[in-house]
Antibody
Framework: QVQLVESGGGVVQPGGSLRLSCAAS????????MHWVRQPPGKGPEWVTI????????HYADSVKGKFTVSRDNSKNTLYLQMNSLRPEDTAVYYC??????????WGRGTLVTVSS | QAVVTQEPSLTVSPGGTVTLTCGSS?????????PCWLQQRPGQAPRTLIY???NKHSWTPARFSGSLLGGRAALTLSGAQPEDEAEYYC??????????FGGGTKVTVL
């Protein structure tokens, strides 16, 4: 069965960095576009980024452009999100999701990132 | 930056029908926006019900359907069940790097 398991969340000070991981299994990861979506506590989701199957194509929301970098290691079936210059407004649960036709099918359970001093 | 609008809350009777809509401040929603509908219950991750306007996943109950209605994307729930009480979000994709969620609709089954 398809599984997406995020990890790497935690508490980080403003200005700090964090790298999230998403371990994928149960589907052809190396053939799939993958997304990161975040959801601040008590608010709606916000799309963050998408990466193509071979990692060469990436697109970002304006709110994270230049701060976040998405990457993947197809040999490890793992998706990453490198987050730099973090601010309190980046506090959210971060989900990885598998792409289908401009939308999503499978989602992970998310990992919480808290940016606070 | 386009704003995606949804009804803040809707109430439906058990067994009843309700339609949630999703509009865009930039004009009519079309199939080119590839509307996607998510369901999120409290404390859970979102799950996708509808993608690309009308397509269902294997786990999408038959009582949910997606469409375009009067320049908006629509999610219709026919025969509401207590377990359908949740927050519902739509996503519109304007370009490869501009994908915007609506603010969500809280559906109460009462």
């Amino acid at each position: 069965q398809v599984q997406l398991v995020e990890s790497g969340g935690g508490v980080v000070q403003p200005g700090g960095s964090l790298r999230l991981s998403c371990a994928a299994s149960g589907f052809a990861f190396s053939s799939s576009n993958m997304h990161w979506v975040r959801q601040p506590p008590g608010k709606g989701p916000e799309w963050v980024t998408i990466i193509g199957p071979d990692g060469n194509a990436q697109h970002y929301a304006d709110s994270v452009k230049g701060k976040f970098t998405v990457s993947r290691d197809n040999s490890k079936n793992t998706l990453y999100l490198q987050m730099n210059s973090l601010r309190p407004e980046d506090t959210a649960v971060y989900y990885c999701a598998k792409d289908i036709a401009w939308g999503f099918d499978y989602w992970g359970r998310g990992t919480l990132v808290t940016v606070s001093s | 930056q386009a704003v995606v609008t949804q009804e803040p809350s809707l109430t439906v009777s058990p067994g009843g029908t309700v339609t949630l809509t999703c509009g865009s401040s930039s004009g009519a929603v079309t199939s080119g926006h590839h509307p996607c509908w998510l369901q999120q219950r409290p404390g859970q991750a979102p799950r996708t019900l509808i993608y690309d306007t009308t397509n269902k996943h294997s786990w999408t109950p038959a009582r949910f359907s997606g469409s375009l209605l009067g320049g908006r994307a629509a999610l219709t729930l026919s025969g509401a069940q207590p377990e359908d009480e949740a927050e519902y979000y739509c996503l519109l994709s304007y370009t490869l790097d501009r994908r915007v969620f609506g603010g969500g609709t809280k559906v109460t089954v009462l």
